[in-house]
């Protein structure tokens, strides 16, 4: 048997039908850009999230790029967020002229609130929490921090939309939450494409205008802006899956479970509590000797993947902040350790059973 980590064409084959008929609506109206099936997905998701405005944009990592700009984050400020998250977290930060500050991350992969506080000085501006792997962070803990000392939230909620953390979404904690729509993530829109929920006006409008060059209107150009929007057939694509997700989400969940109960005595596997539900974006166990597991299952034909194998502070990307080994032991520790197995809406019994047999199998 073969288990590939992703299978981007099942969803595909599953929902061609109502896809494709909406890529020939939109294409016979001929109104591919800020359509109203973008205000449509606009409205849908920000319901969906809990949160009164939502605004699509080209790609997660602008999400994050635009909500720090809307803040008015740049040179001199400083941003506190996880090391051990996606690359766009942090250029992010650097590209709007901050400084990045990391902060070690807890057992769950999410900023540890407790060591937030060391860091925060004068400059510090806001924190971006990274609910990675689709499991919120400690934002209880983290929201009591930024209150304390005044400081801003932006949530990167790339990997958990639809994920719950005592009744409350991911993308409604913070001043922005910021969402990733490219094709691995648990919603997308078969290419790239992104969404940031906010519950303030202004920076609602500053979004609608810095997606779409800084225009107010189609003549006048309020501030020079980018061209970063979510195109009219992807919001389109976005509006049917949103039906889905939380269908698919529950699926994640179970496989997840599944996972759990059968891998717990051999190897380290991601914890719940009970106010939360992670939708499991990523499944990721923890292992000693996590190199050898992973060819022994690509023997077995199952894929598997390392998110993410080099903390962010260790890229030469950021080698100006004079970061070295050592710095975030835990986020370190775990980089040697994790391993990504499949996990997908589309992963069938069968095949979820076989990776759990293989890995029972390695450890025999
Ligand atoms: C945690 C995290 N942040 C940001 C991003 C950036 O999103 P995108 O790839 O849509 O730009 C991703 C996606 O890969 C991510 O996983």
């Not at 016979?28 to 969906?48: I, P």
């Not at 994640?252 to 717990?264: K, T, V």
């Amino acid at each position: 048997m073969e288990v590939q980590f992703v299978n981007l064409g099942l969803q595909y084959k599953e929902l061609k039908e109502e896809i494709l008929e909406k890529i020939d609506y939109i294409s016979s109206r001929g109104s591919y850009v800020l359509s109203e099936e973008v205000e449509d997905f606009e409205k849908n998701f920000a319901k969906y999230c809990g949160v009164k405005y939502s605004v699509g944009v080209g790609n997660g990592s602008d999400a994050i790029f635009f909500s720090l700009l809307s803040q008015n984050i740049g040179k001199d400020d400083e941003i506190i967020t996880a090391p051990n998250s996606f690359v766009a977290t942090a250029w992010t930060i650097a590209n709007c002229g901050a400084k990045i500050v990391f902060s070690d991350v807890g057992e769950d992969y999410n900023i540890n609130p407790h060591k937030i506080e060391k860091l925060i000085n004068k400059k510090t501006k806001a924190i971006i929490p990274v609910h990675l792997t689709g499991k919120i962070a400690d934002m209880d803990a983290i929201s009591n921090i930024a209150q304390k000392h005044n400081l801003i939230i932006i949530e990167d909620a790339a990997q958990a939309v639809g994920a719950k953390y005592k009744d409350k979404k991911a993308g409604s904690f913070g001043i922005t939450g910021c969402f990733s729509l490219h094709p691995l993530k648990n919603l997308h829109v078969n290419g790239d494409g992104g969404v940031v929920t906010t519950n303030d006006k202004v920076t609602y409008h500053y979004l609608k205008k810095i997606r779409n060059h800084g225009l107010v209107n189609r003549d006048e150009c309020e501030f020079w802006g980018y061209n970063s929007r979510l195109d009219s057939i992807k919001a389109g694509i976005a509006n049917i899956k949103l039906k889905y997700l939380d269908k698919w989400n529950n699926r994640f969940r179970q496989i997840a479970l599944y996972y759990r109960n059968e891998l717990e005595d051999f190897l380290e596997v991601p914890k719940e509590n009970s106010f939360e539900k992670p939708i499991y974006h990523r499944f990721i166990i923890q292992y000693q000797k996590r190199d050898d597991l992973k060819k022994f299952l690509f023997e077995k034909g199952i894929e598997t993947k390392i998110n993410y194998p080099i903390p962010l502070h260790l890229h030469p990307a950021a080698s100006d902040l004079e970061y070295r080994i050592g710095d975030f032991p835990v986020a370190e520790k775990q980089a040697k350790r994790i391993l990504s197995l499949p996990i997908y809406a589309e992963l069938s019994d069968n095949e979820v059973e076989y990776v759990v047999q293989c890995i029972k199998h390695f450890f025999k």
